[in-house]
């Protein structure tokens, strides 16, 4: 059974930092992609960064330049380190993987369980 657990999420004050984690544990035969997403209260889940298996990387524009997503292969990590935080940045972040499973042929989409980021002051 595959699980993807995410840490790191807790209360910080505007322009402060944070920086979350998510580990992809189970048996897996490869990932792909893996990303941060994130759902305010009232609003619909969005993308807020991904990172390729060769490090390729992609933000949403409201993050692009405070936000910065890095992955460590060898452990089936990936991170997000949040500068500059603002108070619409509180959010549950959710980590996502595209990976596959060792019993299977075909990637499939897999989600976390949500950590809590509020920035208030």
């Known amino acids: 059974q595959v699980q993807l657990v995410e840490s790191g999420g807790g209360l910080v004050q505007p322009g402060g930092s944070l920086r979350l984690s998510c580990a992809a544990s189970?048996?897996?035969?490869?990932?792909?992609?893996m990303g941060w997403h994130r759902q305010a209260p009232g609003k619909e889940r969005e993308l807020v960064a991904v990172i390729t298996s060769g490090d390729r990387t992609n933000y949403a524009d409201s993050v692009k330049g405070r936000f910065f997503i890095s992955r460590d292969n060898a452990k089936n990590m990936v991170y997000l380190q949040m500068n500059s935080l603002k108070p619409e940045d509180t959010a549950v972040y959710y980590c996502?993987?595209?990976?596959?499973?060792?019993?299977?042929?075909?990637?499939?989409?897999?989600w976390g369980q949500g950590t809590q980021v509020t920035v208030s002051s």
């Open positions: 189970g048996s897996i035969r490869s990932i792909n992609l």
């Open positions: 996502n993987a595209i990976l596959t499973e060792s019993a299977r042929v075909l990637p499939g989409n897999y």
